[in-house]
């Protein structure tokens, strides 16, 4: 389904379904490359198919430009107990190098936030990793302001084990 057209731009967003998933993937495995995390990615056609048709835990929209796939966004929603409100949460982000700095990013976030609104939400959240000056400066440009407060911890699997035992 479209869900964002610019004609004058070619580029549009659709939603995705299961025929989608080796796309959904490849995109992953892009950004975990242009992150230098592919050491870490673990992903498979599988689990993706159980975690984003099955369960719906997380939702893709892909975006294409004269009705060819140039990048992906991955997100869901989490909660603000401070909030009593869901809000839109990005966890990935990926356009293909050849299609950056037209504007498409920048649509992409722009649909996200009008989601997020249509949605109820109060925010929209993503992490950065902290070398990608290029995207830091991108979303400074939108108006979104690094939170310098907060450090993000995490339980890696060996971690999660480790503590229930």
């Known amino acids: 389904m479209i869900v964002y057209e610019h004609q004058t731009k070619k580029f549009r967003l659709r939603t995705t379904d299961q025929t989608d998933v080796s796309l959904i993937l490849s995109y992953i495995r ?13 992903a498979t056609e599988s689990s993706l198919e159980i975690s984003l048709f099955k369960d719906h835990r997380a939702e893709v929209i892909i975006a294409e430009y004269e009705e060819k796939p ?15 409100k869901a809000n839109l949460y990005l966890e990935d982000l ?13 649509m992409i976030f722009t649909y996200l936030a009008q989601l997020a609104l249509e949605r109820g939400c109060e925010r929209f959240d993503w992490m950065c990793l902290n070398w990608n000056e290029p995207s830091i400066q991108f979303y400074k440009r939108l108006g979104a302001k690094p939170l310098a407060d907060w450090i993000t911890f995490r339980l890696d699997h060996e971690a999660l084990i480790h503590l229930t035992q």
């Open 30 to 42: 892009k950004l975990a490359i242009y992150e230098k995390l592919e050491h870490v990615m673990k």
């Open 70 to 84: 140039i990048g992906f966004a991955l997100f869901f929603h989490n909660y603000s107990t401070f909030l009593g």
């Open 94 to 106: 990926f356009i293909d190098p050849e299609y950056r700095h037209r504007g498409f990013g920048r």
